[in-house]
C-alpha cells in the first residue's frame, strides 16, 4: 500500500510549541487528530491511545490563530487545507463562537480496497458501512480512483464536506480522473446527488455518509436509471439499517404483512410478519469491522430476508495479513442461526432440539416418523422389561476386552434399543463404523437408546435405569437421521468432515437405481434450492416407500417435507426454514 498525507500542512495551522512537539514524535506517523478545546491541555490521538501535547491550557487566541490558517468552516461546521485531506471540525458555544477544534489526519492509501476489488469490477452498487474512523471514506476515495482510472468509467463524487477529494476547487490527485461536485450545504445533498445524474451523464456516483431519508430516497432514484453507487451510511451493520426508519429504504425498506391462516399456520409464525418492501438500493454491501477485517454481504436482499425471518445470514468475512495476501472465510448459519467456521453444515448443528416447534427457538424440528417396531399397552412393555432383566447374553463381557474411547469410555458401547428399529441400528452402525454392541440384557447395558413416545409415559423403565445408573437416550422417531445422530451423542463424537458423505450412504445403502435417483433429486433440491434461495421445491411423483427414503433424506438436513396429491402421482415438497 502507498499513503500520502501531507501530514505537514496540517501540523502548519497549530500553535508554534504544539507543532514542534508532533514533528519531532515518534508516532507521527500514526497520528489521527488533534484536539484543541479551550481551557483544556491539546490532545495528540494514536489509534491505540491518546497523550497531551502540553501542560498549558488551551486560549482563545490559539484556537482564533488556527481558525485564519484554515477555510472556511461551511454549514456543517468542517473546514479543510487546499490541496488536503485534513479535516478541522468546529465546536461553537450557544452564541456561535468557535471554542473547540478536531483537527483530523486525512490520508490517501493506495491499495487499500484489494479485499473486495472483484466486488466493485461487477459493476453492482455497493454500501459501505462502520463505525468511525474505521476508514470508511478512504476506501471510497480509493473506490472512485479505480473505477475511474483502472476501469475507465465516468466518475462522478459528490462531496459535501470536501472530506473525498480535499479543500480547494482544484480536486486532491487521489481520486485520479474522477470528477468531484461540491455541495453548498448538507441539506442540498440530495439535490446535487439528482443534478450529477442528469446533467453529466456518469456511470458510478460516490457518495459519502447517506444520513437522511430525502439522500436514501435519491439514492434509490438514482440506482433505478442504471447508474452504479458506491456509498458509506450511519450503521455499523446491516441490522442497523433495517431498524432505522430513516434509511431502511436503502435495504430495500421494511412493511408489515398480514399472512392468510394457511400460511401462518405453514411457517409457523403470527399472522402479521415483517417482510422487505422492495429490492435494495444496494446489493452489496460491506461491514467494516476494522482495518484489515471486512465483513461482505453479496447478497443485500437474501441477508434481509433471513434476518426479518429470525435466521442469521451467510456472509463472507475477507481479511488481509501484513504481507497483503488475503483470507477469505464464511460463516456457516443456515441451519440453526449460530455461525461456525466455513465446513460440512453437520459442524453447525446443535446436539439437542426442543420439542416445541423450531419456530419459537429458532432450531429446525424434523419431521416425526412412526417406528417401525409396533409396540404399544403398558403390559408388553413390562413384558419385556422383565423379559430383559432376566435374559443372558452370550457375548462376552469380559473387562479385558473393553477399550477404553477418546473420552474416557468402554468400547464398544452395549446399547439395549428399546422401541427402535434393530435393522436400521445395525445399518447404521456398519455404515458409520461405530464402536457399538446391540444387547437384549439391559443389565449388561451401558446406555439405553429409545423412542421418546415410548418413555415419557412409562415410568418403570425410567426406575430400572435410575436403579442400574443407566443412562437413558431418547430420539424421537426411528429413522436414519434420528438413530445416527442418537448414536453420535451416546458416544460423545462428532466427525463433521464425514458425516455427510457417510449419512448419504446410508440412504443409498442397497438402493435400487430408482432410489438413488430420487434421492439424488431431493438432495440437489435442498442444497441448491431450499437452503441457500429459501424457496419450496416439489419433487417428482415416486412411490410410497421411495417417498419416505426421501423424507429421511430431508429430515437429515433439518428441514420440513409433506407429500402431496392422489397416487400414483403423490410427490413431495420440501419447504424452507
Known sequence: MTITDDLQKLLDILPQDLRQVLESHPKRDSLVEVVLDLGRRPEARFPNQAEYLSEAPVTQEQIDDCIQRVGTFGGDNRAGIEQTLHRISAIRNRTGKIIGLTCRVGRAIFGTIGMIRDLVETGKSILMLGRPGVGKTTALREIARVLADDLNKRVVIIDTSNEIAGDGDVAHPAIGRARRMQVAHPNQQHQVMIEAVENHMPEVIVIDEIGTELEALAARTIAERGVQLVGTAHGNQIENLIKNPTLADLVGGIQAVTLGDDEARRRGSQKTVLERKAPPTFEIAVEMLERQRWTVHESVADTVDSLLRGRQPTPQTRTVDDQGKIGVTRQLAVVNGRGSQLGTVEDSFPPARPSNGWRSSGQMVALPQLPVERLTGRSEFDRLLDESFNYSESIDLDAATRQPGPNGEDLPLHVYPYGVSRHQLEQVISVLTLPVVLTKDIDSADAILALRSHVKNHAKLRQMAKARHVPIHMIKSSTIPQITRGLRRLLNIDDPEMADDLELQLF????????????????????????????????????????????????HYRLKSHSFGEEPNRRLRIYPA
Open 508 to 555: 443409498l445403502h442397497n438402493g435400487s437405481d430408482d432410489e438413488m435417483d430420487a434421492l439424488e433429486e431431493a438432495r440437489l433440491a435442498v442444497e441448491q434450492i431450499v437452503i441457500p434461495k429459501g424457496q419450496p421445491v416439489e419433487l417428482l411423483p415416486r412411490s410410497p416407500q421411495v417417498r419416505k427414503m426421501q423424507h429421511e433424506l430431508v429430515e
